[in-house]
T-cell receptor, first 116, second 113 residues
């Protein structure tokens, strides 16, 4: 596709359940980012991949959150034992190049997670 | 730690009014600066960016921003807003050392016809 694709667009789950959110970046983009956006806030950085490896996971709030990108393209954000505070819109972005002087991020529509 | 401050949380303007949205960041090294816009029901889109060179940057839809290094600021401006500019605007900063893009809390702009 032409843009970053995220599925599902909406996910409602119960407290304690496991959730997976998928991101399909723009073809050929080497960098992939996950952000979380709560109501009235700006996007909060979670993790960034360069290729298959997580280059910076300093934004993951705790060990219930994990993300993978096994083939350097599609990425999955995994949340274990969900809590009500995890409710937010999870944004994925991809970038063609990284490093100083480059790296415009292209964002997907987001996955809205609601934990009841 | 790197951070971004947007002082105006909610701005209401009439059409044809001039706009200036403030953005300040805290990071002492080389930075790349961005303004993103999110129109109602749409995803984040790049409005403009600064990497180096002329500190006055022009973006899409008549927007511009000025990088003032001494003030750690990157304010967004538009001389005459339109109703279609109603959206949420986010300032963001990336430093070359981390490639991590940090966003401000956003400014919600409502333009009244």
């Amino acid at each position: 596709g032409a843009g970053v694709s995220q599925t599902p667009s909406n996910k409602v789950t119960e407290k304690g359940k496991y959730v997976e959110l998928r991101c399909d970046p723009i073809s050929g983009h080497t960098a992939l980012y996950w952000y979380r956006q709560s109501l009235g806030q700006g996007p909060e950085f979670l993790i960034y991949f360069q290729g298959t490896g997580a280059a910076d996971d300093s934004g993951l709030p705790n060990d219930r959150f994990f993300a993978v990108r096994p083939e350097g393209s599609v990425s999955t954000l995994k949340i274990q034992r969900t809590e009500r505070g995890d409710s937010a819109v999870y944004l994925c972005a991809s970038s063609l190049l990284t490093g100083e002087g480059t790296g415009e991020l292209f964002f997907g529509e987001g996955s809205r997670l609601t934990v009841l | 730690a790197q951070s971004v401050s947007q002082h105006n949380h909610h701005v209401i303007l009439s059409e044809a009014a001039s706009l200036e949205l403030g953005c300040n960041y805290s990071y002492g090294g080389t930075v790349n600066l961005f303004w993103y816009v999110q129109y109602p029901g749409q995803h984040l889109q790049l409005l403009l960016k600064y990497f180096s060179g002329d500190p006055l940057v022009k973006g899409i839809k008549g927007f511009e921003a000025e990088f003032i290094k001494s003030k750690f600021s990157f304010n967004l401006r538009k001389p005459s807003v339109q109703w279609s500019d109603t959206a949420e605007y986010f300032c963001a900063v990336k430093n070359g050392a981390t490639n991590k893009l940090i966003f401000g809390t956003g400014t919600l702009l409502a333009v009244q016809p």
